[in-house]
């Protein structure tokens, strides 16, 4: 009876799907109209109710007539599983053998549904969820030189999942650069084409729980048998599994049957595999098998369209010059770049100000730990006279020619802006004038550069200059 099941089975369901969960089923019992028939674990009884019962239900009632039961009987869980490596495949038959306590599932107790498995109120297609965020997509992740090769290679695969050669496609940059973000976007991508496919993201740290959790509570199979049914698994932060000789031996049978079966990975790390310490060489090799693909830092032209497009998102106008200071000033993480202009908009619309320079400063300097912004009143003169094509000392000579004395103003301008001298320090160093000779140079650079345009784009150009 249970082989005509199967065969009937067979046809209407994936191979793939076939071997995982009805080639471990053994009929064991048939009483009348009931069918007992056992299932490696709880898990696997769950699964089978959730994913499979009208299939079962068709399949027996074909065979046993409209009063067909059918009755679970959970083998006892484990009763090898820590102690062999499950590369070694149990054949099925020695399987009861091993587990010689077999129990019946205690129908009343257990479960409800248990009762008659047939008569499920609702029957709920439960998925796996695949912990997505769908605010991390392609379409907010800004293409740029740092991140050309592995943006595309990631669209690649999110439209043929498994079936490029970026298997796994293992992404890898520093911190804040958008490994997490690049790898959801593939997920989300992948789901919107294949609606289908069972997508799951997971973090190594919390696949790590998740083992540790399963070898705790004996059910370290299932927890193996979870992750060979997905089609697209992304893994973030691989790093983290180093030194986890338990969780990397786990990690690689799932691995390998994933990518045996054509299903793609995703890995992401901070490191390229070669820097990647305490991970084992079979699972660095197999990293290798696909493409590693790396997140440079942005550079200043991509810095300053993920400013402008968060800013576009949230709503947020901000003066040009404060989107070029920001994107000067964090070169190095994106992340810190995005709560910058968190913080910005945070505090002006507390304390109901507009967002300017000075707290956009401050705020930086919050997020940019080493102080090498700080740029000395010497190096100021230096790149002012130089994109003038004067020298220094004609910058601090006396003369009133116009362009020179601008120049000079400049200087002043960008020395009360980039340094914490007082003005009448920066002005014994710039020609020796007087304090009140640099706050009228400061007002005559804000009225210029507002209203003149060419001098707008000098005051513009070196503050690029000066902040790089
Ligand atoms: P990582 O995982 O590499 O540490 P994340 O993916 O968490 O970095 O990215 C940090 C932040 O920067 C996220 O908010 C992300 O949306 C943003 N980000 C990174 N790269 C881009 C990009 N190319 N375009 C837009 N936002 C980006
Ligand atoms: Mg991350």
Not at 328 to 339: A, Y
Request: aromatic share 10%; net charge positive; with cysteine.
């Amino acid at each position: 009876v249970w082989n005509n099941c199967l065969s009937f089975i067979q046809d209407n369901i994936t191979p793939q799907a076939y071997k995982t969960w009805f080639e471990p089923i053994q009929a064991v019992k048939l009483t009348d109209c009931a069918l007992s028939i056992q299932v490696p674990s709880k898990f696997f009884y769950e699964w089978l109710e959730e994913h499979y019962v009208k299939l079962l239900k068709v399949s027996l009632t074909r065979e046993l007539g409209e009063n067909a039961k059918l009755v679970y009987v959970i083998k006892m869980e484990n009763t090898y599983g820590n102690k062999l490596p499950f590369t070694e495949k149990i054949p099925s038959t020695q399987r009861s053998q091993m587990a010689s306590q077999e129990v019946d599932v205690p129908i009343k107790n257990k479960s409800p549904e248990l009762k008659n498995p047939f008569i499920i109120p609702g029957i709920r297609n439960v998925k796996i969820e695949s912990q997505l965020n769908p605010n991390y997509n392609f379409e907010n992740f800004l293409e740029g030189e740092s991140n050309r090769l592995a943006r595309s290679a990631g669209l690649a695969v999110a439209n043929k999942p498994g079936g490029t050669s970026f298997n796994p496609l293992l992404i890898f940059g520093g911190v804040g650069l958008g490994k997490t973000h690049l790898a959801h976007a593939i997920g989300v991508e992948i789901k919107d084409k294949y609606p289908e496919k069972t997508v799951l993201y997971i973090s190594a740290e919390k696949f790590t729980q998740q083992y540790i959790e399963s070898v705790k509570k004996n059910n370290r199979n299932d927890f193996i048998h979870f992750y060979q049914i997905i089609d697209v698994l992304v893994v973030d932060d691989i790093q983290l599994l180093s030194g986890k000789a338990g969780t990397q031996d786990v990690f690689f049978h799932i691995f390998n049957h994933l990518h045996q079966n054509g299903k793609q990975v995703i890995l992401t790390s901070d490191k390229a595999p070669v820097d990647m310490q305490d991970i084992e060489q079979r699972l660095l090799s197999r990293f290798k098998w696909g493409l590693s693909a790396e997140l440079q830092h942005p550079d200043f032209e991509t810095r300053v369209s993920i400013i402008k497009n968060k800013l576009y998102r949230d709503g947020v106008e901000m003066p040009e010059d404060i989107v070029e200071f920001l994107a000067n000033n964090i070169k190095t993480n994106i992340r810190e770049l995005e709560g910058a202009i968190i913080s910005l908009i945070a505090h002006s619309s507390f304390n109901k100000k507009d967002i300017t320079l000075e707290l956009a400063k401050k705020i930086v300097d919050n997020y940019v730990k080493n102080t090498k912004r700080e740029v000395s009143i010497d190096y100021i003169q230096k790149v002012v006279s130089e994109y003038f094509q004067m020298d220094v000392d004609t910058l601090q000579s006396k003369t009133r020619k116009r362009h020179i004395v601008q120049a000079r103003q400049i200087a002043m301008f960008f020395a009360k802006k980039f340094t914490k001298a007082s003005l009448a320090s920066i002005g014994s160093q710039i020609g020796s004038r007087d304090h009140a000779t640099v706050l009228h140079a400061c007002k005559t650079v804000d009225n210029l550069a507002a209203t003149d345009k060419q001098f707008k784009k000098f005051v513009e150009d070196l503050n690029k200059k000066l902040t790089l």
